[in-house]
């Protein structure tokens, strides 16, 4: 019986240190999001460079890369915004995704970030393509398209889970005091 005893403490001792290893490896992983941001920032800088100061001259290739500088942003956002989610929801509040409502701020957070970019990225298509290439405007519609409906699956998802936040009315409680210490 002490052997089982002891097997399962050291067991439970190997599980809680691999346990607190997840914060540092959400912590790596938000600055390598950080850095990519950073990257793509950097990009995107060149990009409406050369817009200003195209050599040829010409309004259309001077747009293009400044559309393709405004493409590059969005995806930058994309990542620093992520990244910041991770590092505050994973790291700072050390929060666990199985509470119903840290799922559902954390979804939030990145929905917010994906369709707002993804609305972005359909404006700077439609524009180029419409003066480019007009036959693949239907792509640039299906990525709107997309950002609608992921809008919609994500207000219905929000609307569904009022009950929950009644449920659970000391889990917003907590995540709300919790939001006040960050600040």
Not at 86 to 107: C, G, K, N, Y
Request: glycine fraction near 6%; proline fraction near 3%.
């Amino acid at each position: 019986m002490a052997k089982e005893e002891r097997s399962s403490r050291e067991e439970g001792s190997f599980f809680n240190i691999i346990h607190k290893l997840f914060p540092a490896g959400h912590f790596i992983i938000s600055m390598l999001f950080v850095c990519c941001s950073a990257a793509l920032l950097a990009f995107a800088a060149i990009q409406v460079w050369n817009g200003i100061v195209a050599a040829d001259g010409s309004t259309f290739a001077r747009v293009n890369h400044v559309l393709e500088g405004l493409a590059l942003l969005v995806v930058a956002v994309a990542a620093l915004e992520l990244g910041q989610t991770i590092l505050e929801e994973e790291v700072q509040r050390r929060a666990h995704m199985s509470a119903p409502t840290r799922v559902r701020r954390f979804l939030s957070r990145f929905m917010v970030v994906l369709v707002v970019s993804l609305s972005i990225e359909t404006l700077v298509m439609v524009f180029r393509f419409g003066q480019e290439s007009p036959e693949y405007l239907p792509y640039a519609a299906s990525t709107g398209i997309a950002a609608a409906a992921l809008l919609t699956g994500w207000g219905v998802f929000v609307w569904l889970n009022r009950g929950a936040e009644e449920l659970e009315p000391e889990a917003m409680d907590q995540a709300k005091r919790e939001d006040k210490k960050l600040k």
